[in-house]
């Protein structure tokens, strides 16, 4: 049982390059996140998707798109990226349906390194 | 209204006592308050979450204290240990499903060391 998985897990890129982060969850679960983490300041909601073709932006969306053709896949793509998006992302899953504990499960995360 | 205030940033506590982190809230329509743990170079993990309809909530060692009128909640470690060491975050949530307001407002986290 994989769970969630994230790849690839270390990234260095340039300025003005694209760049697409993978996550991939094996649960079936129908929500998927995607957060960026940064000293300072915890963890921040990039995107989420309630369901495949179902997308929507989070507290920090700009510079990202994200896409959702398969329940199992959720990619983040920086379409140009910059310095400032240097961090550490994080996908994570959730079932609604598993009422209350409302978890969500996350991957082991990609350290992003923009030059 | 949508900030979670998490303190203090830092904490470091002998093997054995008590670690206590603290997180304040302003929206009183947040009705989910679950606590992550994350160790270095992993993603975050549920810990323990409680829902204000109840003053505490213990697993262990770990306890969460709901101070609903002062929109205030913490995390207390007891006999913490080494291997308790990571950083720590609070969150809050609505708990309906489907759109924004399901989603979780993270803490800025606790960084805990428990020197041994």
Redesign the interface.
């Given at each position: 049982d994989a769970g969630i998985t994230q790849s690839p897990r270390y990234k260095i890129t340039e300025t003005g390059r694209q760049v697409t982060l993978m996550c991939h969850q094996t649960w079936s679960h129908s929500?998927m996140?995607w957060y960026r983490q940064d000293l300072?300041?915890?963890?921040?909601?990039i995107y989420?998707s309630?369901a495949a073709d179902i997308t929507?932006k989070?507290e920090v969306p700009d510079g990202y798109v994200v896409s959702r053709s398969k329940t199992e896949n959720f990619p983040l793509t920086l379409e140009s990226a910059t310095r400032s998006q240097t961090s550490v992302y994080?996908c994570?899953s959730s079932d609604?349906a598993k009422r209350?504990?409302?978890?969500?499960?996350?991957?082991?995360?990609t350290r992003l390194t923009v030059t | 209204q949508q900030q979670v205030k998490?303190s203090p940033q830092s904490l470091i506590v002998q093997k054995g006592g008590i670690s206590i982190i603290n997180c304040a809230y302003e929206n009183t329509a947040f009705d989910?308050f679950?606590w992550y743990q994350q160790f270095p170079?992993?993603?975050?993990?549920?810990l323990i979450?409680i829902?204000p309809d109840v003053s505490e909530k213990k697993e262990g060692r770990f306890t969460i204290s709901f101070n609903k009128s002062a929109k205030q909640f913490s995390l207390h470690i007891m006999d913490s240990q080494p291997g308790d060491s990571a950083t720590y975050?609070c969150a809050a949530?609505y708990?309906n499903?489907?759109?924004?307001q399901?989603?979780?407002i993270?803490?800025?986290?606790t960084k805990l060391s428990v020197k041994p």
């Open positions: 929500y996140f300072g300041h915890g963890l921040r909601l989420y309630a929507d989070g994080f994570a609604y209350p504990t409302y978890e969500q499960y996350f991957g082991p995360g | 998490q989910y679950p170079g992993k993603g975050p993990a549920l979450a829902r975050f949530s708990m499903y489907g759109g924004s399901g989603n979780l993270f803490g800025k986290g």
